[in-house]
């Protein structure tokens, strides 16, 4: 069994997975996510329109290599402290589940119940999360984060300087490097706030599982406890509502600037080779006010299917 280094899921490698380690070194993913990473590669590369249409996924890793660090983004330092003093996977940093980070961890079978719940979301005193981070591995931490009320208002919102080291394939995603964090407080400088805005509060993130396990590494790699909210994954409830099914008989997942386009919430597109391209700004508070248009999206359209 693997796990998907962006969504996290566990499945057979035979059936949904593919090794992109050509493509960009060191990352797996499955074929579901595979197509995102593609997307955002070229949405964030100045240099994507030249290489677009010829580019196609068994590309040698040194094309997708030079193509990355031509980027003025990947040009500035991104490599304090040293790639070398990374922790490697073969390291003690098991996997741990989302059930285990969280008191509770919300779980839709079928799209009724997703509609279900959307409609008594207004009851909840939920907040809106979402992370910008290192990387996506097991010793990944998070370098920014943002909180907002269920109204809108930031509750917190900070920059992070983390202990490990900036991978570049993250910055080509949000674009922080090395630079942007070196003066910003570190994860214990900033917990005891944070951890504040989560206190008896469900916590919604797109793909939560990933965001409240960055949080969870970070806590760890400074050795600070870490709570376990209650929590929800829109990711998830949002292909439930959505209900379009993958040849492999799996609720589809979609990026969050796609699920924000099909709600006819406005994002900012570009336009490449023919193509166009949603283009999110991959910022911690950017992403959490589409994330928090799409949840009020969503529950608006289960009460109205209630009436019907």
């Known amino acids: 069994m693997f796990r998907c280094d962006l969504c996290q899921d566990e499945l057979e490698w035979n059936v949904l ?3 992109v380690d050509g493509l960009f070194p060191g990352i797996v993913v ?7 990473l593609l997307a955002q590669w070229r949405a964030t590369s100045i240099n994507a329109e030249k290489h677009i249409s010829s ?3 068994e590309a040698k890793r040194e094309h997708i290599t030079s193509t990355l660090d031509a980027s003025p983004r990947l040009q500035r330092h991104v490599s304090a402290p040293s790639l070398q003093n990374v922790h490697q996977d073969d390291e003690p940093y098991p996997f741990i589940s989302i059930d285990e980070l969280t008191s509770y961890y919300h779980r839709w079978r079928h799209p009724d119940e997703a509609h279900m719940w959307l409609r008594k979301l207004h009851q909840s005193d939920y907040v809106i999360l979402d992370t910008e981070t290192t990387g996506s591995r097991r010793y990944s931490q998070v370098i920014e984060i943002a909180v907002l009320s269920k109204q809108g208002n930031v509750l917190f919102h900070s920059l992070l300087q983390p202990s490990t080291s900036i991978e570049p394939i993250s910055t080509s995603v949000h674009g922080l490097t090395w630079k942007d964090v070196k003066g910003a407080p570190t994860f214990d400088q900033i917990s005891s706030n944070l951890y504040q805005c989560l206190q008896d509060k469900l916590v919604l993130a797109y793909n939560a599982a990933f965001d409240i396990r960055l949080l969870f590494q970070t806590a ?5 406890p870490f709570p376990r909210p209650e929590a929800a994954c829109m990711m998830y409830c949002y292909s439930k509502v959505r209900s379009e099914m993958t040849a492999y008989g799996q ?10 386009q099909h709600m006819q919430i406005a994002v900012p597109t570009t336009q490449l080779g023919g193509e166009r391209f949603i283009l999110l700004d991959h910022r911690a508070e950017g992403d959490a006010r589409h994330l928090l248009e799409l949840v009020q999206c969503l529950t608006e359209q289960a009460t109205k299917r209630e009436t019907l």
């Open 30 to 36: 499955c074929v579901e996510c595979q197509p995102l």
């Open 17 to 19: 997975y593919r090794d």
């Open 220 to 224: 760890r790699a400074f050795e600070i």
């Open 55 to 57: 580019y196609q996924v």
């Open 251 to 260: 609720y589809r997942r979609f990026p969050l600037g796609d699920a924000c």
